[in-house]
Nanobody
């Protein structure tokens, strides 16, 4: 399984970005796909996940970010609107086939990770 994240960049507060994560070597629809982020000096934290038709968000991004998937393209997206300086981080996509709902926000539950794409939001 390989995951390739892209779409990061430098934007101003209030702007939008869309991150993409293309997966290979996996049957996309069978996997839970997620986004995590890690700011400098901080732990990697959960952002959003999609499992079948269900979506999950951290409180800090709910209402601003939207996760979606395209099974035909083996791609998961993270649409980020109303970006804030505190959203600045490296964003990682992650995948796992065997997750249960109670662990979906736990980074230790994911076996496959992409390389990360950097998002910087200036104030």
């Amino acid at each position: 399984v390989q995951l390739q994240a892209s779409g990061g960049g430098l934007v101003q507060a209030g702007d939008s970005l869309r991150l993409s994560c293309v997966g290979s070597g996996l049957t996309f629809r069978r996997y839970t796909m997620a986004w995590f982020r890690q700011a400098p000096g901080k732990e990697r934290e959960f952002v959003a996940a999609i499992r079948w038709a269900n979506t999950y968000y951290s409180d800090s991004v709910k209402g601003r970010f939207t996760i979606s998937g395209d099974n035909a393209k083996n791609t998961v997206y993270l649409q980020m609107n109303s970006l804030k300086p505190e959203d600045t981080a490296v964003y990682y996509c992650a995948a796992d086939e065997r997750l249960i709902t109670s662990t979906i926000r736990s980074k230790s539950a994911y076996n496959y990770w992409g390389q990360g794409t950097e998002v910087t939001v200036s104030s």
